[in-house]
């Protein structure tokens, strides 16, 4: 199976890719076709991505990328590339919401 991205590239296991829509950018990890096309799976969001939407890019442009600056706070900056630390983040922002009581008893949609 001949694999190429938006501009007519190969794709092949452990390339690196972006995807055109939102700038994501991983390695190229497994492949598969169905009826809606052929998709790429990409390590660092372990999200599948149509081809037609990847392109591939070089290691300097890759490392660009993985290091971007993800999440900015007045105390420290995180920066993507270490899985665990991209995870604890994550689990950070989401234990804030832990205490929001998200009953029907706050708010009435009126009517």
């Known amino acids: 199976m001949d694999i190429e991205d938006v501009r007519g590239k190969p794709i092949r296991k452990g390339v690196h ?6 700038g994501s950018a991983g390695e190229a990890v497994d492949f598969k076709s169905d009826d809606n096309g052929t998709w790429v799976l990409l390590d660092t969001t372990d999200l599948w991505y149509k081809t037609k939407f ?12 993985k290091n971007h600056t993800i999440f900015k706070s007045e105390e420290k900056q995180e920066e993507i590339g270490d899985k665990e ?4 983040i994550i689990k950070r922002s989401k234990s804030k919401f ?7 008893e706050l708010c009435d949609g009126g009517g």
């Not at 890719?17 to 939102?22: Q, S, V």
């Open 17 to 22: 890719l972006r995807y055109t829509g939102t």
């Open 54 to 65: 990847l392109e591939v890019i070089g290691e300097s442009e890759y490392n660009k990328l």
């Open 85 to 88: 630390k991209v995870n604890g």
């Open 98 to 104: 832990d205490d929001v009581d998200m009953s029907n």
